[in-house]
């Protein structure tokens, strides 16, 4: 199961041309992943989460002001975080 959320990872990251940094390969991919918005190209954080708690959690952590990009592999759309303790589903990928 997790080999196939990382190759629908790695395949969105090439069609859209954000970066996969190296630590990526290192784990097994859970379903959410995040994309740094403030890198220039765009980077994928090498940790995945496969619990929206766990995803909140490491939002919380950062800047309001830092630009992610939630995005969950398995129901195949992007997430907003309401900047507090929830994540809503927005768009499909």
Same mark, same amino acid.
């Given at each position: 199961?997790?080999?196939?959320?990382?190759?629908? $990872?790695?395949?969105?990251?090439?069609?859209?041309?954000?970066? $996969?940094? $190296?630590?990526?390969?290192?784990?097994?991919?859970?379903?959410?992943?995040?994309?740094?918005?403030?890198?220039?190209?765009?980077?994928?954080?090498?940790?995945?989460?496969?619990?929206?708690?766990?995803?909140?959690?490491?939002?919380?952590?950062?800047?309001?002001?830092?630009?992610?990009?939630?995005?969950?592999?398995?129901?195949?759309?992007?997430?907003?975080?309401?900047?507090?303790?929830?994540?809503?589903?927005?768009?499909?990928?």
């Amino acid at each position: 199961m997790f080999e196939r959320y990382k190759a629908s $990872i790695e395949k969105y990251c090439g069609e859209m041309g954000v970066d $996969i940094p $190296i630590g990526f390969e290192r784990h097994a991919a859970g379903r959410f992943a995040a994309i740094d918005l403030d890198h220039t190209p765009p980077r994928l954080v090498a940790t995945t989460w496969a619990k929206e708690a766990e995803v909140v959690s490491y939002l919380q952590t950062l800047d309001p002001a830092h630009r992610m990009r939630i995005l969950d592999f398995k129901d195949c759309c992007e997430m907003t975080f309401s900047g507090k303790t929830s994540l809503y589903r927005g768009r499909s990928l």
